[in-house]
């Protein structure tokens, strides 16, 4: 995927601008700043889901080029699991997962209960009575986990996350940066990561991109090790302090 000058607004006001990236493929990409510098906004416009007033996001696969805002944007081609895991709570959590394929597949009910199955045990929930529970009667993580698997479900070569260990235990939340380890070596999927979590970021994330809420733009893309011992002052300051790492507050 490829971002070109993009700016992002929120309620009349500028968030950031000239945003220009590349999410590279099989790649775990961290999205850092603190909180409001517009994070999840970028995530909606990367996703297709806000439109710019400026700028372009572009999904380069197969020697194509295709405007994500455009008459043929790369729905299949990115599985996305919001902060708060956004089920369906009038489905089961096996509904849940088939509901992507079930619309954009032609798949019949006996390979779709297959694949969704499949896919959250991959996601780290085997226990094959998930499947026909409520998702109200999970645990924060497993709900997680269980969305998740529903962004897995069509195998995207790109995965959204915004702020997956937000609110989890730490055992938990390392449980996720170990599955995203997985889902990158394992199946070569690139990960677009929102997170405030620095043992998770440096855990998983190949490059960071870190936006500044003073400077409305991006300030800093690299290798988080590298940022933090020579990035400018206040993305290793970030790095090294943190202030939102949860994990080590908690
Ligand atoms: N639809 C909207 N209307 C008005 N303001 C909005 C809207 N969406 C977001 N904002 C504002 O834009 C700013 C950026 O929001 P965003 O959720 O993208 O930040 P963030 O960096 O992800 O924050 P956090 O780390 O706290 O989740 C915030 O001040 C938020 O209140």
Do not use: Y
Not at 89 to 116: F, I
Not at 137 to 161: E, Q, T
């Amino acid at each position: 995927m490829r971002v070109d000058d993009l700016s992002l607004h929120a309620g009349g006001r500028e968030l950031q601008h000239g945003l220009t990236f590349d999410v590279r493929a099989g790649e775990v990409l961290a999205i850092c700043g603190a909180s409001g510098c517009g994070k999840s906004t970028l995530l909606r416009h990367m996703i297709g889901l806000q439109t710019p007033r400026q700028g372009r996001v572009t999904w380069v696969a197969g020697g194509r080029e295709r405007d994500v805002h455009g008459d043929d944007p790369p729905r299949r081609e990115i599985g996305v699991a919001f902060q708060a895991g956004a089920l369906w709570s009038s489905m089961t959590v096996g509904e849940n997962v088939m509901l992507p394929l079930e619309l954009h597949t032609d798949l019949g009910e006996v390979a779709r209960e297959r694949q969704a199955r499949f896919k959250l045990a991959l996601a780290g929930l085997p226990d094959a009575a998930t499947f026909d529970a409520e998702p109200a009667s999970l645990s924060g993580g497993m709900r997680k986990r269980a969305a998740i698997a529903r962004a897995l479900v069509l195998d995207p070569p790109l995965l959204c996350l915004d702020e997956p260990s937000a609110g989890l235990d730490p055992l938990t939340s390392a449980r996720l940066d170990d599955l995203i380890q997985r889902l990158k070596t394992d199946l070569g999927t690139a990960i677009v990561l929102v997170t405030h979590e620095l043992d998770s970021l440096f855990a998983v994330a190949d490059r960071l991109l870190f936006l500044d809420v003073e400077a409305h733009t991006a300030t800093a893309l690299g290798p988080p090790a590298e940022l933090r011992d020579h990035g400018p002052e206040a993305v290793s300051e970030f790095l090294t302090r943190g202030g939102l790492d949860r994990r080590q507050a908690a």
